[in-house]
């Protein structure tokens, strides 16, 4: 628990860059990768989907055998798989103009799981 709490006051700047990537970039590429290559709208909402959530489970596994701060890697994954369940709806929502409907209940469940 130090160490997380570690994470979060020792590098703020790095948590919010992280919400800024996985939320701002990420969308974005996906958005530009769609047009680049002439998505029907189906595979743009697809790709944009994957593009607009957090993917970060995997990392802190690697970030552990690289011997890299797991800490900051755990707190990370955390902050924007919690900010995916605001982020995610409005991303998909002003990217696609649509509405994807889910149980934030549920999420939080899972997450806390």
Known sequence: PNDFVRAIVEKPSI??????LCFGLMPSLAI???KLFAYTPHQTA???LLGSVSGGQASNLFTLLSG???ALSVV???????LGVIATPLLVSKLLRRIVSFNTIEVV???AS
Do not use: E
């Not at 948590?15 to 800024?20: E, Q």
């Not at 990370?76 to 919690?82: D, E, G, S």
């Open 15 to 20: 948590l919010l860059l992280n919400a800024i």
């Open 109 to 111: 469940r899972s997450v």
């Open 32 to 34: 530009g990768i769609s």
């Open 46 to 48: 697809g790709i944009v």
């Open 68 to 70: 890299g701060d797991v």
């Open 76 to 82: 990370c994954t955390l902050t924007t798989t919690l």
